[in-house]
């Protein structure tokens, strides 16, 4: 669900990974439905007006307007410069602020159903990319303490911190999402 910072991490702590914090109520409303996981996504990639992510989304532009807007007043998009389309047209694009990348499990306090929009979110990215676009896949099971948990969960981010910090030295290069979900497995 996360994305890069466009303005960087927090300085404070160890290099890798870096400090996350706590999300605020309207933060992690904003990111506790799929649709809004999907359009921070999209507009990590590029820019994109409501009608082009309403049309690649397949959803009304009425609702996608309404979780741009939740997802711009929690601070994780941003309007970009007014453009001219190609009908000539003036545009309203939106972006990615990537300021949900250093928020610390923003979804632990919306319930558990918020907890799965995440996953949603991916499912719904994964079915539109295909079969073929999957590059890698691991699936595993482990025995784990909590601590053990913890250590995993932070070389995980140490791991990923550092490609997110030097993203836009790739930006030639194609995009890949993907997802870490550790879960109880039932007994």
Known sequence: M??????????????????????????????????????????????????QLADRLG???GTVFYHVRQLTEAGFLQQAPVRTGESGALEKP??????????????????TEASFAPIEAFQDELREAGPASVRTFTRFM????????????????????????????????????GMIVLHRLAD
């Open 94 to 111: 939106y972006r990615s602020t990537g300021r949900s990348w250093w928020l610390d499990d923003p979804l632990s306090g919306e319930g």
């Open 142 to 177: 482990l025995h784990l303490s909590p601590e053990e948990i913890e250590e995993l969960d932070r070389r995980i981010l140490a791991v990923l911190d550092e490609y997110i910090e030097t993203e836009d030295q790739r930006l030639d290069r194609p995009a890949y999402g």
């Open 2 to 51: 996360n994305e890069q910072d466009a303005g960087g991490p927090p300085a404070e702590g160890p290099p890798y990974p870096r400090q996350r914090r706590a999300a605020t109520v309207r933060e992690a409303k904003a990111l506790a439905h799929p649709l809004r996981v999907r359009i921070l996504r999209l507009c990590a990639q590029r820019e994109m007006t409501n009608k």
């Open 59 to 61: 959803s009304d532009p």
